[in-house]
């Protein structure tokens, strides 16, 4: 049967060290699994480079306002809301405990 251990701060260092190693051992192996398959980046310089050429390949963004597509419902929205504002300017507010008092006509 396996042998059980706890793991406490009682374990030697030599213990330590070979956790670490399997450890480092394991992961080696699973790299060598899984390669990466993308670029390496090996400084912040050669990132910044990697990213200024990147920006100067790309097109510019587009100057102006952004393109906005006609919608009919989006537009008829907005004429009601206009039209209901409209309506509303000459209004007067009622409270609730006042009933609503009706327009004189002139």
Known sequence: MGRI???????SS??????TRRFLDQ?????????HAGPV???PE????????RETAEPP????????????????????????????QGEALALKDEPLKKKSEH
């Open 41 to 43: 980046v090996n400084s």
């Open 61 to 88: 963004p587009p100057k102006g306002k952004p393109y906005r597509v006609h919608d009919p419902i989006i537009a008829e929205v907005h004429r009601n809301r206009e039209a209901l504002y409209r309506e509303r």
């Open 14 to 19: 030599l213990d330590e060290e070979r956790d």
């Open 46 to 53: 050669e990132l910044q480079a990697r990213l200024r050429t």
């Open 27 to 35: 992961m080696e192996a699973w790299q060598v699994e899984h390669p």
């Open 5 to 11: 251990r706890l793991l406490t701060p009682a374990l």
